[in-house]
């Protein structure tokens, strides 16, 4: 399904999938992790996925230099840079927020990768001229530049969770276990467009949850309809992914985008002591306080087989250790 695409090998697949038995008991279902923080690239995470096929696109077009966008924060960004690098490419990071001079978390990894890193105090709705700026100003230096979309979001991205679905349906075929539901910290709708695309097209009945970070429910749900149905337009496809195929739950926000309260710190505390699990407050730990809830709520019956799908995220922690500090540990 995936052989005809351009690809290059960043991380080694599969990913574990490890059974978190603490975590399971205490919720009354049985908790699978899908580990994909762990990567041997830069500390790893959902965004190895997408580069794969967007970089393989990228060097079969000549490119030179790779120009990408996210927040301050963005492991995207940290992620784009570490691959570039690794395959002698250059990297222009258009980064939204206040400018800073101290360099923490993923903002010190972006620096560490010599990465051009530009701050800009927009919205995000302008990043996207500013990187054609970008580009227009490489192409006048003589270079050849590539615009990844911010979070790694269009269809040959979406490509990178397609193939995971594919690994993901193998692991559960060699443990015998037929998964009920997949959760997993969703922003741009990327990851889970490729994972709707890829069950739909196996035809492997798994509930994709996406527990949104910042952003509304329907604006989440119209973003992973369009992109699903492009990836499945791409990988020629017949199959259509209809918005009552996307769940996402806007109720784990906390406040908004990098909004990090007591719960998120509370929800941090409870993966760390019950599984040595790290979770980063912007990302994963929400999404983990979705899952929680989500099964004490009974959403998720009893004794249902539930994958917490890892996103990354790590180096965040190291970013904003003041704030997660802050609520007492
Ligand atoms: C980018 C990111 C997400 C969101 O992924 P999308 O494909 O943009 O929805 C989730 N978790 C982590 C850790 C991320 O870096």
Redesign the pocket.
């Known amino acids: 399904m995936l052989s005809r695409f351009p690809r290059v090998r960043l991380a080694s697949f599969p990913t574990p999938l490890e059974k978190a038995e603490r975590l399971g008991r205490l919720l009354g279902v049985n908790v699978w992790v899908k580990r994909d923080?762990f990567m041997e690239l830069a500390f790893g995470?959902?965004?190895v996925r997408?580069l794969e096929f967007l970089l393989g696109d990228a060097l079969t077009k000549g490119a030179d230099t790779v120009i990408t966008t996210g927040s301050l924060h963005?492991?995207?960004a940290r992620l784009t840079a570490a691959a570039a690098t690794k395959l002698g490419l250059d990297t222009v990071l258009v980064l939204t927020g206040e400018k800073t001079t101290q360099l923490k978390g993923n903002l010190l990894l972006d620096a560490l990768f010599g990465a051009d890193v530009r701050i800009f105090k927009v919205p995000k709705q302008e990043v996207n001229k500013i990187m054609q700026e970008v580009a227009h100003e490489l192409i006048t230096r003589g270079k050849k530049p590539y615009i990844v979309p911010g979070?790694?979001?269009n269809a040959i991205g979406c490509l990178g969770?397609v193939s995971a679905s594919l690994e993901i349906v193998n692991q559960l075929n060699d443990l015998g276990v037929s998964a009920n539901y997949l959760v997993?910290?969703?922003?741009?709708?990327?990851?889970?467009a490729g994972l709707t695309a890829g069950f739909k097209v196996l035809n492997i009945d798994v509930k994709v949850l996406?527990i949104s970070?910042g952003r509304r429910k329907d604006d989440i749900v119209s973003d992973v309809v369009k992109l699903a149905n492009e990836t499945t337009d791409l990988l020629n496809s017949r199959v259509r992914i209809e918005p009552a195929d996307v769940t996402v739950f806007d109720d784990y926000t906390c406040g908004g985008y990098g909004v990090i309260t007591r719960e998120v710190t509370e929800t941090m505390k409870l993966a760390a002591r019950s599984e040595g699990l790290v979770l980063?407050p912007?990302?994963?730990a929400k999404?983990m306080m979705g899952l929680i809830s989500l099964a004490e709520k009974g959403f998720m019956e009893k004794g249902s087989e539930v994958i917490f799908l890892h996103?990354?995220?790590g180096p965040?922690i190291f970013q904003y250790d003041e704030k997660v500090q802050s609520f007492g540990l």
């Open positions: 923080d995470g959902n965004k997408k963005s492991n995207h979070g790694g979001a969770y997993h910290a969703t922003g741009t709708g990327a990851t889970q996406g970070n980063d912007v990302y994963t999404a996103t990354g995220g965040i």
